[in-house]
């Protein structure tokens, strides 16, 4: 199998970066990250982060300007980021697809949405959006003969086609079709287009492990939405898409496929619960889609399949043009947030006066905040006070019981107990004195019971080896068949008679059947307990 590379973009070039992270919170040092990319631009998909959720760190990620889309439907889900580069700062950006999460006085905004409400309605649009799936931002590139142009970059997360979930593949199907119409709408306005991301499709049989029948491969209706809308390679054979009339006028390119055609094994996603990445058993659903005049312009795409970190690895595009910086971020750039712009209100702004329509910290209102709540607390107690003291004097002493009283027979559980009533008793009176017949040392000044200190030594050694007696442990795994080596635990989570019951398999990853590297079919069900 041959492996693509990573390749540091030269110094005037340009890189394009696309990985889905699986959670942005995971990473330790985004910057870090970020710049071992060395890429002008990085857009990462399923960031799991809400607005709520997002700190600092990583919204302000020093030499990089950033834009978000938040899912609004759940927490922790979803959710896509782009960060640029303060070179590649971007002339427009926003949230979304439809063009409904802008404000309307914003204008700095891709825009082109004509054609759009002609499709969906405005219920539709929202929900659509609701799952912070995408980011367009639109940068001006010079090329090397010095002609300039706009190109839109969309940073998309597709939703995944659950088959056990009819209304998902729906959502899908629609999300694929507003990506598509608003790409074409922003084509038609004069800038190239540019389309990476998690598509969560692969395109061709080459671009997954499993074979599967070529007549229902073909058939899949998220596969034929991506054959009308890609454009048919010198190499590949013809498909013949399900397409309108006048539908054929918007193509862009699989850039990958454009620059390796052949190349096997090239996949960008693993199944990390069956350890799927360690055969390179998996499918290529991460692509950098170009327009078909922007390829011309394109250096190479890769695969970055040495990056872990994820589920899948990132894809990259390299360029022979330069970006041309903004002047200025747009709006839609989080650190115009008002929660990274420092115009946030804080909690003195509950305790302030205004004076000449601006508010004034008052040093007296917070005083008599503070002192109020003192004498609420102090009346509360005076009020009880023999309530109080119970609680203080219950708080000083500890009734609870050792472990290693549950191993010891009732009359010497209760000796001890009466051992260690005197023992507090006299240490509460002025001196401390030691009963008749037991030996004594005084470290320091300081005087204590030697037989008492082994006693218990000794009976905090009984009880360690009584925990061991009881608690032996889960029994060892057994052997798989085909490599006699320890299988892994697993459980059934397919709705069944069988459901969440447990079985072993080969801890090897799941591959071909002629990969020796591959698990091996070993299976048998684990005991009840």
Known sequence: ??????????????????????GIRTVKNLKVMLDEFEADIICLQETKVTRDMIDEPTALVEGYNSYFSFSRARSGY???????????????????LSGTLQNQDQSDTVGCTNGIENEFSPQELKRLDSEGRTVI??????????????????????????PERPDRIEFKLRFNKLLELRARAVKESGSL?????????????????????????????????????????????????????????????????????SVQNAYTCWNTMINARATNYGSRIDYIFVDDFFI????????????HGSDHCPVAGVFNVMPVKAAKCPLACIKNFPEFTGVQQKLSVFFTKKVDGKNEISEQSISEFTDESVKRKREVIESKPSEFKKKAKAEG?????????????????????????ASVSSSQGSTSSVSEGSSS??????????????????????AVSAWKSMLTGPLPPPMCKGHKEPCVERTVKKKGPNFNRKFFACARGEGSKNDPRARCDHFEWALKK
């Open 1 to 22: 199998m041959k492996m693509i590379e990573s390749v540091t973009v030269p110094s005037n070039g340009f890189k394009i970066v696309s990985w889905n992270i699986n």
């Open 78 to 96: 979803s959710g896509v980021a782009t960060f640029c580069r303060e070179r590649a700062t971007p002339m427009r950006a926003e949230e979304g």
């Open 137 to 162: 931002t639109q940068h001006k590139i010079k090329r090397k003969d010095g002609s300039e142009y706009f190109v839109s970059l969309f940073n998309v997360y597709c939703p995944r086609a659950d």
């Open 193 to 261: 287009v540019v389309i990476v991301g998690d598509i969560n499709i692969s395109h061709r049989p080459i671009d997954r492990c499993e074979n599967v029948d070529p007549v229902e491969f073909e058939a899949n209706p998220s596969r034929q939405w991506l054959n009308s809308i890609l454009l048919n390679l010198p190499h590949e054979k013809p498909v013949e898409p399900l397409l309108k009339e006048g539908d054929d006028n918007f193509k862009i390119v699989d850039s990958f496929r454009y620059f390796h055609p």
């Open 296 to 307: 011309k312009d394109m250096v190479d795409s890769l695969i970055l399949s040495e990056i």
């Open 397 to 421: 002493r500890s009734s609870q019981k050792q472990i290693s009283s549950f191993f010891m027979k009732k009359s010497q559980s209760k000796k001890d107990d009466v051992n260690e009533n």
């Open 441 to 462: 040392e005084n470290i320091k000044g300081v005087e204590f019971d030697v037989d008492t200190v082994v006693e218990k030594i000794e009976r905090s050694t009984s």
